[in-house]
Each structure stands twice: as structure tokens, then as C-alpha cells.
């Protein structure tokens, strides 16, 4: 194991002379053979353990073992505790995502702390195995059957070519305990049940199927490495089109995650959803974490827009109305348009407390010279406005009645002609920033 080891360091240019190691320590079997091997191997490391608080007792017991392991063995060691499971409730992510953000943080600070240049991790050529299967049935390219890398940054893996059955003969040939987590015992996730079920199954067909799926993922990162290299952050749809698909899904996976689409809910389904938008060269395509996909001006725009709080309306000064980060519209043309300046009887606002606030289904407003009520969303589909902008735009109530709507004008009763009794609401877009102002 340690010859396998050394080989992948050299082969994958994991450290150099210089590097001081940082483990991460879970006291598993898997990150206690990585200390001791590389330990073994002469190279300077340091440890580091994260106790999530998401065991109890046993949680505890793994944070001391792993004290006790490396003040046994002369070894720096750095531990905190953190609640993953309120972390993730408070984030509105998984539990699995949260525990590995604070996880991967706290290995940064560690690093800093520890004077460690490169952060080792005990991924073995099983967890290779499993993630590729795993990405396979949940649909993925090639991008997630390449596997596991064996670096990232400062993050390496050099147990990645080592197998675990080798991992615990290595362990067991010195004597050295590890520590078992009950939860990977069960079979209640599907990462567990490609483990305990579906490996075995493989190994008795190929006993080296480990390996032989690190090669192939080997090779995959290769092409995936030289099919990014052609792919641009280019929303264009001109150049988008003209590219054969894997040149394209590509360039349209970097621009979305670029732009703050969570690349881990990113699947190949909202790839393709917004590939034949840019085909279609109109519309928009619903993203995980609140973005949208909009085709404007010929080209691909992402962005996440926030919905206004409804905020009470004060006369005779400036309001900021609501405010969001993106506004995916022609944001200078729409501005301009007579539909973004509102002219408001003055009388009629003072004698009435506004609100503003998002849009709802249920909404109807009554335009001037109308016989009746129309819904707003028919409103807004009639005037060419996405369901993607209509979320930021806001609505400004006298109590339950809409006395105006962005993009579409004021309602019946609420508009004033003479110059001398108006308010006007416009949406103005200032520097670095868009919001709704009032102006008077």
C-alpha cells in the first residue's frame, strides 16, 4: 500500500519536498491509514477532525480517539465541533452539503493555523467506484463518470489508486484500531447501497473493478479536461448554436455555475432545458436555487431575482420600494417606457396608506376605461413581460385595491393627468444597483 501511495504521489505531482500535510481526520479506517502512511513515508503532516455533533456520544468518541491517536504519535492536532444539522436548517441545504461546507472551511483555517501547504483527504479507489455508479444512475456525462480527482486545488488524494480491503490489511498488520460509523452499516441511502450490494457484485465478476474504473475515469478526465478548454462562459446565442453539443453543453454548464447556480443541484436535464432555449432563441427555463435562464438581446442571461417586501409608502420623500440583484430585462429601454412612469393622483395618496409589493395569481386590476377587472397575469403576459421579470416587479396597494402595477400603469381611479396633482413612480435604476424609487 505504502509502494501504491508513493506512486500516486509522484505519478499525480501530489507534494513536493517543501509540502507540509494537512490530514483530515474522521478516525475511519480510510483516514487512519493515510496519517500513518504517510507518516511512514517520512512526510511532514499535521491532522485535523471535524466532530459535526450529529452522533452524540459516538460523535465524541471519534474526536477523541483521534486526539489521542496523534498526540500518541507526536502529531499536531486541531478539533472543533459544529452543529451541521441546525447549519443545514439555517442555510436551507442538505444535511450532507452543510456538513461538507463547514467541513472544508475548517480544514482551510486548519491549514492557515497548522502552516500546512497541501490538505490530504482518504478517498480510496472504492469511494472512486461508488461516486462514478452513483453519478451513472443519476444521469450525469462526462464530467461525473471522470470520477474523484486526484487534486484540487491544494486538496489532494493519495489513497485514490488504494482499495479499502488494502486499506484494512495495512491497518490490521500494525495493530492499529480505527473507528466504525454505525450509519454507513445501514443500508438506508443509495451510496450505502452501492457498497454493501452492488460492489460485491461487480468484484465477483471483475475482482478488479476498482481499478479497471479508475483507469476509465482517468482517461474521461483527459477528454473533460480538453473538451473545457474549448468551451467558453459565452451566453452569445449566435456562437452557442453554431457548436456541436458537447462543446455547447459545456460552455452553458460554466456560464450557469458562474453565475451562482448551485452546481451540485445542477443536472443534465437543466442543461438540456436551457440548450433548446437557446435554440428557441425566447423565453426562460427555471434553475435550482432560484435562477432563471432568460434569452434577452440574443444572448443567454442567469440571474436570481428577489422578490420586494411589501413596504409602507410615505409621500413628499424618496422610497426605495424594493431592491434585487438582477433584473433581467432590456434594463435602459424598459426604463425609459411611458409603462415604468407612473403618474399617481396626489389626492388620492393622501388619503390612502400604499403598500408595494410582489404580484399574486390571484391579483385583478381595473385600467382606466375598462368595464371590469382583469387578472394581472393576463395583464402582463398581453404586454410581453416573462413570468422571470414579473416576480421583481412591484405592485403598489391602497389596502386590498392595486392602485398601480410596474409595466402595465395606474389603475382606474388612481391616474392623474394634470401635471400639478401628480405623484410620479418610476423605477430608476442607479449605479451599481436597481431599485424603485418614488419621485414626486
Known sequence: MKR?????????HLLSKEDRVLCALSGGADSVSLLLCLHELGIPVCACHLNHSLRGAQSDGDEEFCRELCRRMGIPFLSRREDAARAAKERGQSLETAARELRYAFFDECARELGATKIATAHTADDNLETILFRLIRGTGAAGLAGIPPRRGIIVRPLLHVERREVEAFLTARGQEWRTDATNLEDVCTRNRIRHQVIPALREIAPDAADHAGQTASLLRQDNDALDALAQDNGALDWLNRQPEAIRSRSIRKRLCASGVPEGELTYEHVRAVGRLCRKGRGSVSLPGGYTAQIRQHKLHIGKVMRPEAVPVVPEQPVVFGEYTNLLTQRIEWIANSRYTIRLSYDIIEKNLLTVRSWRPTDRMLLPGARGARS??????????????????????????????????????????????????????????????AVY
Not at 501504491?4 to 504521489?9: C, E, F, Q, S
Not at 396597494?397 to 402595477?405: K, L, P
Not at 418610476?426 to 431599485?435: A, F, H, P, S
Request: aromatic share 8%; hydrophobic share 40%.
Open 4 to 12: 501504491t501511495v508513493w506512486n500516486t504521489i509522484q505519478e499525480e
Open 376 to 437: 394581472l397575469k393576463r395583464l402582463y403576459a398581453e404586454r410581453g413581460i416573462p413570468p422571470l421579470v414579473r416576480d421583481g416587479l412591484p405592485v403598489l396597494c391602497a389596502g386590498d385595491t392595486i392602485a398601480a402595477a410596474a409595466g402595465i400603469g395606474a389603475a382606474d381611479g388612481f391616474f392623474e393627468k394634470e401635471k400639478e396633482k401628480q405623484i410620479v413612480w418610476t423605477i430608476r435604476r442607479t449605479e451599481g444597483e436597481n431599485r424603485y424609487d
